[in-house]
């Protein structure tokens, strides 16, 4: 940046705003919170995100599809733990009801399944009470209902073999 461009705040806050946008796609709301806390005044932000919101730079709706189709297929959260970052990045509600939409009831299932199987290695030769609590604990912590959880840890213990006889009484309703 030359000594015209520190001195123009436009010009500084549009380049605070490009080189956060290389690193990854940011929310509106997050692009200003950090536009904000390096001094920005607040007219100045709102005029260059609403620039770079116009040339498709900046685009909440098309970063909450892609955040939640990301985080529950790869990392296999659920809809709720999804629209919980979505909210905690500023997306407006809407935009996360319509980005969570696309997680039905059977993706939701099929990817806590996914998840149980990546934990399988680790739960091998433990007994069956402890591979329970430790799957179930791993899927809560994921955003997953008691019913998805006790009904996925269950499928996934009798599939690996564990004695159902001393697991804990569960969930077994989706």
């Known amino acids: ?13 549009r380049e605070i705003a490009l080189r956060r946008l290389d690193q990854r796609a940011h929310t509106r709301a997050e692009l200003r919170a950090v536009l904000l806390a390096r001094g920005t005044p607040e007219a100045v932000a709102e005029a260059v995100l609403g620039r770079l919101a116009g040339v498709g730079l ?15 297929g790869v990392r296999h959260l659920s809809r ?3 629209a919980g970052e979505l909210r905690a990045k500023g997306v407006d509600r809407g935009l996360i009801e319509d980005a969570t939409n696309a997680i039905d009831d059977d993706s939701e299932l099929a990817a806590a399944r996914a998840l149980a199987e990546t934990r399988r290695r680790a739960l091998t030769g ?7 609590r430790r799957l179930a604990g791993t899927l809560g912590r994921k955003g997953y209902g008691p019913g998805v959880v006790g009904r996925v840890v269950r499928e996934s ?5 564990a004695d159902a006889g001393d697991l804990p009484p569960g969930h077994d309703e989706p």
């Open 1 to 13: 940046m030359g000594e015209a461009a520190d001195t123009d705040p436009v010009e500084v806050a």
């Open 58 to 72: 900046v685009d909440d709706a098309a970063f909450a599809a892609s955040w939640a189709q990301s985080r529950h």
């Open 80 to 82: 709720r733990a999804v």
């Open 126 to 132: 433990l007994p069956s009470a402890v591979a329970y």
């Open 157 to 161: 213990l009798a599939e690996w073999g």
